[in-house]
């Protein structure tokens, strides 16, 4: 997908730079709820035709398409809201060349002498995800995760973290307090028991190998930050938007509520404060996210086009979601002079069992 471009140093200066050529199937393979890492590919490859160098990939969440406009020579930013997310952009787009190395993966697991460990997932989240052993381990791992001094090495290690929690859990997500499903001694229909069986430890390195795999120098200052993407200072060439999703039904997808646990991780110290207890499953408490509810959502779109209408806009949707298609194609028609739709013939949604549905890009320029 990468090839030479006509770009600009950052001074200004044209130079002809060749991207350095990075194979995009190098993205670790991810479990997130809604990640494109399956159409990241075909998404660029339909912006192709368009002159752009900059790019705010605004819903970044795994970074799958932020590390595919990465791989295409574009001087990428990558923004999510979550803190869990924006390690995991530091690890794989910021980063240019800091890996892991099997001591660092040692020193996480390892308990130091003179650190105080708090065994706070151990008393809050006793039988709710993992069992008591990996509870603590759960708790060691935080606090060294904290420690470690260089912020590339910590957002590798934190993402190596977050992917053997999401690969141990049912269904890889946080909703739901059902331990007992992977301990229960009966015939499975569904789910990986070896998976979740595997040791944090065996998990660990090998997910520690896999974002080493994927660290490289575009060339170009990528950047990872973490904000409300209706906060974030216009002035990209052109603006990736692959907000939550909203069913035709009305349900929408609340990504603070089903990965409350990794962002936990994260927010170690402030954890306690931020928990609602009266819940089984612990969850954070509840912040109303705009973007999952089918009345506000709408007016989010509008203010988000209106934020960024200087930009190329490009938006990842579904066929059957809130706002529909026609009306966001709509909305993209007020502020731009060319509109396309493109729609994918495949099914590339992680964790989707609608079939019906089809993914579509929606393009706006002008
Ligand atoms: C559909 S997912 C993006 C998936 C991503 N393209 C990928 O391939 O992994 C939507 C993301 O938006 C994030 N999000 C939700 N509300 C947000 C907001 N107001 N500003 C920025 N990010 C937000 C969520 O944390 C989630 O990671």
């Known amino acids: 997908m990468a090839k030479a471009h006509t ?37 660029v490859e339909r912006l ?7 790019v705010l990939d605004a819903f970044g969440g795994t970074g799958s398409v932020a590390f595919a406009f990465k791989c295409a020579g574009k001087q990428v930013t990558c923004n999510d809201l979550l803190r869990f997310n924006h390690r995991i952009g530091l690890a794989l787009i910021e980063n240019r060349d800091v890996r892991l190395e099997e001591s660092d993966i040692d020193f996480l697991l390892a308990a130091h002498e003179g650190v105080r460990y708090d065994d706070f997932i151990q008393r809050t989240f006793q039988g709710v995800y993992f069992t008591d052993d990996e509870n603590a381990l759960l708790d060691r791992l935080a606090v060294n995760l904290a420690a470690v001094r260089c912020p590339f090495k910590q957002a590798l290690s934190s993402f190596a973290v977050f992917q053997a929690a999401i690969a141990k859990r049912p269904y ?42 994927a660290v490289f120098d575009n060339g170009l200052p990528c950047r990872a930050v973490c904000a409300d993407a209706l906060e974030i200072e216009p002035g ?31 927010r170690y110290e402030e954890w306690p404060m931020l928990i609602d207890a009266t819940l089984k499953h612990r969850p954070l408490a ?13 007016d989010c779109f509008t203010r988000l086009f209106d934020r960024f209408r200087g930009s190329i806009l490009a938006v990842s949707y579904r066929s059957n979601g809130i706002p529909s298609v026609e009306a966001l ?15 994918r013939a495949e099914q590339p949604y992680a964790l989707s069992t609608d079939r019906a549905t089809r993914e579509v890009l929606l393009v706006g320029w002008d």
């Open 48 to 54: 192709a035709d368009l002159e752009y160098r900059t």
């Open 236 to 266: 990209f060439d052109l603006v990736y938007i692959d907000p939550p999703y909203v069913s035709a039904s009305g349900v929408g997808v609340d990504y603070r509520e089903f990965y409350h646990f990794l962002e936990g991780l994260v």
């Open 172 to 213: 890889n997500l946080f909703h739901r307090a059902n331990l007992y499903m992977r301990l229960a001694d009966v015939e499975r229909t569904f789910g990986n028991k070896a998976t979740w069986d595997t040791p944090f430890e065996a998990h660990l390195r090998a997910f520690a190998r896999e974002a080493n795999d």
């Open 7 to 43: 770009s600009h140093t950052l001074r200004g200066m044209p130079t002809l730079f060749t991207p350095t050529h990075h194979d995009f199937e190098r993205f670790p393979a991810t479990r997130y709820q809604g990640s494109k890492r399956r159409s990241a590919e075909w998404i």
């Open 286 to 298: 509840r912040k109303a996210d705009p973007w999952a509810r089918a009345e506000t959502i709408a």
């Open 329 to 343: 194609e709509a909305l993209l028609r007020e502020r731009k002079r060319h509109v396309v739709c493109h729609a």
